[in-house]
Each structure stands twice: as structure tokens, then as C-alpha cells.
């Protein structure tokens, strides 16, 4: 089956890092990835859409300068969080599509733990 | 706006029973997918089952299956001969059918236990 490779799994750094993370599909173009934010004991919020060669699409409340996010590719899309705080600290998990029109399946990335000492 | 929601926040079964796990979804539209995930303490996404709007037919995969009510927008998942390995958060999802985006939405979760 498809797989979404996530890179790092966990990340642990001082307040004010930019940490990047890294979603790839192995074995498949994707023209779409989301990246989901998930608390501790809650379900995933999603974050952002990125669709390849175009910007991200974010959902309301996301600071979009605070949460980079570029898919210069088919295979890859990355999500930076800049000066990084303790309140960034969460599980991000992206998943990526492989159709355009949104009727194929997502596939999940393992997900990036990130502490924020 | 599509919202999904679980009432269960927590459910226990016993090992080799049955369980059922509610949901329940709003929407206006006639064309969507659903999904039930399941993500064990490794925090991976697993796909379990899905189904497809327009298809009255309820959806199995071995010891999953679903009750797909889609007048009441209702979409319950029976785990059937329940295991030790089954234990984890099951998420439920709804998706647009077609579009540009079709991002999932997700439900809060029910966390499964299995006693063995």
C-alpha cells in the first residue's frame, strides 16, 4: 500500500527553534497534504492543505507565519514551526493524497512528537 | 459546516465479545465518504473501514463492519470478536466527496479498552 514516510518522529528543543518537518510519500505522487495538530487525549485538528506548486491553505486560527509550510514538490511537503514556544509543543501528523479532486484515500505519516523545553 | 461527533469517550469490552462504537455526523450534502481510524498508543493512523455515501450496502472487513444509517447520519462500528490488540483510540471521520480539498473531519475519539 501507499506509504507516507514523517521525519523526525520526535523532536526535543530549546523556546525560540525553528524546527522543520518533513512528510514524503514514497510510493506515490501526492498533489495534496494535510497537516493535523493533535493534543494530548484529543483527536487531530486539521492545520493546513497544501497542494503542490501553490500556497497553503490554512485553517482559521493558524497563524500562517508562525507555521510554514511548503510543498515544493509531488513527494514532499514540509512544515516548519518558527521560534518555537512551549505551547507549540504537540503531535503533528501530515497525510498526503495522491488525486487532485479528493476521492482517492489519505495516508498518514507516523507522526513528529515536539517538546518545547 | 460538516461536524462529526462521538459520544463515547471511553468504552470497555471484554476480550472476544462485541462492541459498538456510536457516531454521529452533520452535513447538507448527499456525496461524502466516512471512516473509522484506529490510532494505538504508537499514535499511527490506521484506516479501518470506510464507506461511501451512496452505497446502501454496509461496509465489512473481517471483524469490522459498520451500521451506516444515513437518514439518521449515523455511522456505528462493531468490532466483533474483540482482542487484545484491538485497544485504542478509534477515531471517526467524515470527508467531502470530490472537490479540490476534501480534507478529513474528525470526531474526538472513543478510547477502547480490551479486558482480557
Known amino acids: 500500500g501507499a506509504v507516507v514516510s514523517q521525519h523526525p518522529s520526535r523532536v526535543i528543543c530549546k523556546s525560540g527553534t525553528s524546527v522543520k518537518i518533513e512528510c514524503r510519500s514514497l510510493d506515490f505522487q501526492a498533489t495534496t497534504m494535510f497537516w493535523y495538530r493533535q493534543f494530548p487525549k484529543q483527536s487531530l485538528m486539521l492545520m493546513a492543505t497544501s497542494n503542490e506548486g501553490s500556497k497553503a491553505t490554512y485553517e482559521q486560527g493558524v497563524e500562517k507565519d508562525k507555521f510554514l509550510i511548503n510543498h515544493a514538490s509531488l513527494t514532499l511537503s514540509t512544515l516548519t514551526v518558527t521560534s518555537a514556544h512551549p505551547e507549540d509543543s504537540s503531535f503533528y501528523i501530515c497525510s498526503a493524497r495522491a488525486t487532485p479532486q479528493g476521492k482517492g484515500p489519505q495516508h498518514f505519516g507516523d507522526g513528529t512528537r515536539l517538546s518545547i523545553l | 459546516a460538516q461536524t462529526v461527533t462521538q459520544s463515547q469517550p471511553e468504552m470497555s469490552v471484554q476480550e472476544a465479545e462485541t462492541v459498538t462504537l456510536s457516531c454521529t455526523y452533520d452535513?447538507?450534502?448527499?456525496?461524502?465518504?466516512l471512516f473509522w481510524y484506529k490510532q494505538p498508543p504508537s499514535r499511527q493512523m490506521i484506516l479501518v473501514i470506510r464507506?461511501?455515501?451512496?452505497?446502501?450496502q454496509n461496509a465489512t472487513e473481517n471483524r469490522f463492519s459498520v451500521n451506516f444509517q444515513k437518514a439518521a447520519k449515523s455511522f456505528s462500528l462493531k468490532i466483533s470478536d474483540s482482542q487484545l490488540g484491538d485497544a485504542a483510540m478509534y477515531f471517526c471521520a467524515y470527508r467531502n466527496y470530490g472537490g479540490s480539498q476534501g480534507n478529513l473531519i474528525f470526531g474526538k475519539g472513543t478510547k477502547l479498552s480490551v479486558k482480557p
Open positions: 464507506q461511501e455515501a451512496y452505497k446502501q
Open positions: 452535513t447538507s450534502e448527499s456525496d461524502y465518504y
